[in-house]
């Protein structure tokens, strides 16, 4: 894709705008990232990536790729070989022979065609999303806060009273419920009760939680910009026939899945492990197409835990392991963690108990 047009680009440093935190005119350095050389920089990585993509600009508005870079205003985030700033004109930035711009995935049409470029329009992904894969000690305290957020609301929610309240009450609930411990922003909130249970995405509604229905509750928030999602399964009263069976071999598959999370693991190994679980219990057809993603900046990246994603962990990714099954009209169960890859396996970084069916 391209867009006509075209307009004289002034040089770096004129003063239209501040360079980024971090990130002097001219190309300074900013935060260390994972993966970058050694004595390198998160920018340094970064336009080192582009170049080896032949990528000759990064326009980025807010999104998870703008603040992966320092990006804290409301305009655009343009990275060049010689500039990293923040602008309210993108293409005034991008040099004037630029033949491959890399644009964010979350550039929303009307932006994308406001852009007066003689380039070619490329995702900004391709370049940033295996910088992201790996996270900094930094992050990975941010996301672990967001888990332990969660985890804490899930644990306090046992304790609430179910029956007769609706899914939505009972999500506005634990909503405000989160943003009280800390997390600056809700990302979501699920709450499903019996039939509901077997919907990966129903949105809580006005259904009438009773006596007999399986329960999932899932919460996802934000920590200083690093997100998690923890996510747990119970039953009002007694749980439904056969409950108890399929949920069984969800924790069953939860376990293989942490199990098999180690550095030089492929993503798809840990999918297949869960999988054998879920298959050799005759549920295998209802089982989610994947086992979980990479969480961070966004809730949902990079890598995926599904067959034929073959990206090979490193230590330092931060995943949500999340195996569940859905039994159409009847219910599904559906458990959530977030780990982080260590030397030795998976480290938990919720420290929340898998709730049992005790009533």
């Known amino acids: 894709m391209t867009t006509g047009g075209g307009r004289t680009r002034p040089g770096a440093g004129d003063g239209r705008s501040p360079a980024v935190a971090g990130a002097p005119e001219g190309g300074g350095g900013s935060p260390a990232v994972a993966g970058a050389p050694e004595g390198g920089g998160r920018l340094a990585a970064v336009r080192a990536a582009m170049a080896a993509a032949e990528v000759d600009a990064l326009v980025l508005r807010p999104s998870p790729d703008f603040r992966f870079l320092g990006g804290s205003g409301g305009g655009f985030l343009v990275v060049t070989p010689g500039v990293c700033e923040e602008t309210g004109e993108p293409d005034l ?13 979350e550039m929303r049409v009307r932006e994308l065609f406001g852009l007066s470029l003689e380039a070619e329009l490329v995702p900004a992904a391709a370049v940033l999303a295996p910088l992201r894969l790996r ?28 029956f007769g309240a609706t899914e ?69 009263a007694e749980p439904p026939d056969d409950f108890e069976a399929m949920y069984s071999v969800v924790l069953a598959a ?28 005759g549920y ?43 039994v159409p009209e009847l219910f599904g169960a559906r458990v959530a963690d977030v780990v982080v890859c260590a030397a030795d396996g998976a480290a938990p970084l919720d420290a929340g108990a898998l709730w049992v069916l005790d009533r």
């Open 135 to 162: 996270k900094e000690p930094d992050e990975v305290e941010a996301v672990a806060r967001a888990a332990q957020a969660a985890a804490a609301v899930l644990a306090g929610a046992r304790e609430l009273a179910w």
């Open 168 to 236: 939505r009450a009972m999500a506005r609930r634990l909503a405000g419920m989160l943003l009280e411990s800390g997390c600056e922003e809700v990302l979501s909130v699920v709450v499903a009760a019996g039939e509901h249970t077997a919907r990966p995405s129903h949105p809580p509604g006005d259904r009438v939680i009773n006596p007999g229905d399986a329960l999932h509750v899932s919460l996802c928030g934000r920590w200083d910009g690093y997100c998690a999602e923890v996510a747990r399964v119970c039953a009002v």
């Open 93 to 105: 930035l991008v040099p004037a022979g630029a033949r491959r711009v890399g644009v964010d995935p």
């Open 284 to 326: 295998g057809r209802f089982a989610a197409p994947h086992a979980g993603r990479g969480v961070g900046l966004s809730h949902q990246e990079g890598p995926w835990l599904r067959a034929g994603d073959d990206t090979l962990l490193e230590a330092g990714m931060t995943l949500c392991v999340e195996p569940a099954i859905y």
């Open 254 to 281: 939860h376990a293989a899945a942490r199990r098999a999370v180690r550095p030089g693991a492929a993503a798809s190994e840990v999918a297949a492990a869960a999988r054998e679980v879920i298959d050799g219990s």
